[in-house]
Nanobody, 126 residues
């Protein structure tokens, strides 16, 4: 059973930083892609970043390029691995619930990923 558990959200002032974590288990780590979405009430969800575990490539939405960095722990234990989203220079517009998502696909199919975490709230005050 695929499980994705996010953590690390919170309240931060504009210009500050947060690091989100997503603990992933229940699937073969190197045969999937894993990414981050965010959503605010009344708006459609936005893809933030995606890591293609097949070749290690990482993709970012234009609105986070240069500010957010996605990485993984590359743990040798394939039972559970963790990906991170380091968010720097945060802006009030980054306020949202951030979700971790994964699937046995590449990042081109990010919008259709089937597995989701419960989300973690990020609030950036001005």
């Amino acid at each position: 059973q695929v499980q994705l558990v996010e953590s690390g959200g919170g309240l931060v002032q504009a210009g500050g930083s947060l690091r989100l974590s997503c603990a992933a288990s229940g699937f073969t780590w190197h045969e999937n892609s894993i990414g981050w979405f965010r959503q605010t009430p009344g708006k459609e969800r936005e893809g933030v970043s995606c890591l293609n575990m097949l070749d290690g490539s990482i993709f970012y939405a234009d609105f986070v390029k240069g500010r957010f960095t996605m990485s993984s722990d590359n743990a040798e234990n394939n039972a559970e691995n963790t990906v991170f989203l380091q968010m720097n220079s945060l802006e009030p517009e980054d306020t949202a619930v951030y979700y971790c998502t994964a699937d046995y696909s590449d990042c081109g199919d990010l919008q259709a990923f089937r597995f989701w975490g419960q989300g973690t709230q990020v609030t950036v005050s001005s």
